[in-house]
Nanobody, 125 residues
Framework: QQQLVESGGGLVQAGDSLRLSCAAS????????VGWFRQAPGKEREFVAA????????YSADSVKGRFTISRDYAKSTAVLQLNSLTTEDTAVYFC??????????????????WGQGTQVTVSS
């Protein structure tokens, strides 16, 4: 059974950084893309960033470009989302997702078959 284990959320102040991790438990990301999405209270789930595991292609939402960075650790089968210069608008539950999207659908939730449980990121002013 494909499981995703997320970690790294927490409560920080505006301007601080956080590092989120998504690990594959019992399988590998080979042949897949790993995406990060977030959902704030009362809002729809939105795309944050994604990486193609084999080719390393990177994708990110305009709202986080220059602040958030997605990367991969082959040895640990872990995808990492580095969050810098956090603002209160970044407060949300962050979800890791795995699937096989094509380039035009990398930001669509329906392109991802496997989802983590989510990790809370709260940014105070």
């Amino acid at each position: 059974q494909q499981q995703l284990v997320e970690s790294g959320g927490g409560l920080v102040q505006a301007g601080d950084s956080l590092r989120l991790s998504c690990a594959a438990s019992g399988w590998t990301f080979s042949g897949y893309s790993v995406g990060w999405f977030r959902q704030a209270p009362g809002k729809e789930r939105e795309f944050v960033a994604a990486i193609r595991w084999s080719g390393g292609n990177l994708y990110s939402a305009d709202s986080v470009k220059g602040r958030f960075t997605i990367s991969r650790d082959y040895a640990k089968s872990t995808a990492v989302l580095q969050l810098n210069s956090l603002t209160t608008e970044d407060t949300a539950v962050y979800f890791c997702a795995v699937g096989r999207p094509i380039m035009s659908t990398v930001s669509k939730t329906e392109s991802y078959a496997y989802w983590g449980q989510g990790t809370q990121v709260t940014v105070s002013s």
